[in-house]
């Protein structure tokens, strides 16, 4: 017997969850199914976090990472869910929702969700971005050629952000029919219209509107599945560089005044290089995309939980001309050869060593005046990963970032790589990110729309007012 719903929506990150959540409250007798490859969010468990292991995992077959699916990367709450949580109230950046909506509309949904957010357990307590000390911090950014964003920011911790899922997740119980541990391998399609979904066991699950929110780590497989049904795309770049850790105290003005210092710089070889996802007191960790291992950061609001160090990610952005169109891939490659020199995980290199040349060693990573905080990391050379391009432009932003908080520079700053911000060549759509198919929907990150929690998540509740007003 097939299933049939008024909404199924793919994927259970940020997008997938306001959507539902908003479908929930706009429309209660709608029929509405969240679908995603990954756990619920009380079976989310990596296996390196809870040191069973130090690596991801390999079966016989050489696939590295946890079945069905990377419980860091996937399940309900999405790549998000182990993350920092840091929700930016800001229309300025987190995405390109902007070039579709009112910059007004934009930050009216941004509140929305910050306000379910707070209804769910989060804390009150946000950064203001608008003070004597955090202009002295912008003084000295532009002399250095540093362009600051600022933002209120309302940080949520790990086991916070945790915490506001699972409430949502119960909130929804009854309500939003779940289905986890379930590959969507297609969109079904007739007469110019979303009529449903095909799993990767062959259940076909019918709706009236299809929503794909399938997150960063999908990016690849919306490309391929759209294209197969001949969506049009622009393309997008790819971001790639390292997570750099040093001593809390190097970053103390920043972190104390701004939580999360998002700096922009351009370098001289016409790269863009921005600061991204800062940890105070964070935790450098492990994330396996669909076989590659990288590198990201999060950190707990429980200041009992934290380290002695700050971690942040330096991310270049890369863009690529005919005939090449598949940046995404090309990320991919360049992670995966970090993971071959690394025995499977990934390097971590002295900032130092990286200067002089060479690789660093085990003896150098111990005589650090930083301690990593990823144990499992490989001490090596990521000057044999990196392409010329990318390391130039970590090196200049590093040499700029200085000039704002001293001691960033130093020989015994560590970088550990490779991570990556993947980004699906971004689908033709509509304001209400309808595609050319009629009924079916495209958002948040792995669309190429959005760049970060509170965006996606903006995004999934104005898809989810559009199908509203669409079925009732």
Known sequence: MEKRYDCIIVGAGPTGIYCAYELMKKAPNLKVLLVDRGNDIYNRQCPILQKKINKCPTDKNGYSGCRPSCSITTGFGGAGAFSDGKYNITSEYGGWMGEYLDSSLLLELIKYVDQVNLEHGADSEITDPNTDAVKAIERKAIGAGLKLLRARVRHLGTEKNLKIMKNIYETMKGSVDYLFQTKIVNVIVKEGKAVGVEAENGDRIHAEAVVLGVGREGAMWLQKTLESHDIEFINNQVDIGVRVETNNIVMEDINNHLYEGKFIFNTSV??????????????????NQDGVVLVNGHAFRDEK????????ALLVSHEFDQPFNNPNQ???????????????????????????GRRSTAKRIKECFVTPTLKEAV????????????MKSLIEMMEALNNVTPGIASDHTLFYGVEAKFYSARPVVGSDFQTAIKNLYVGGDGAGITRGL???????????????????
């Open 270 to 287: 016409g790269t863009t290089v921005r600061t991204f996802c800062a940890n105070p007191s964070g935790h450098v960790v492990v994330e």
């Open 379 to 390: 001490p090596g050379d990521l000057g044999l990963v990196l392409p010329y391009n990318t």
């Open 454 to 472: 509170a965006q996606a998540a903006a995004n999934g509740v104005w898809i989810a007012r559009n199908i509203v007003a669409k079925l009732i």
């Open 305 to 312: 939980l934290g380290t002695e160090n700050t971690n942040f």
């Open 330 to 356: 090309f990320a991919y490659e360049v992670a995966k050869l970090a993971n071959k020199l690394a025995n499977g995980s990934v390097i971590v290199q002295r900032y130092g060593d990286i200067l002089k």
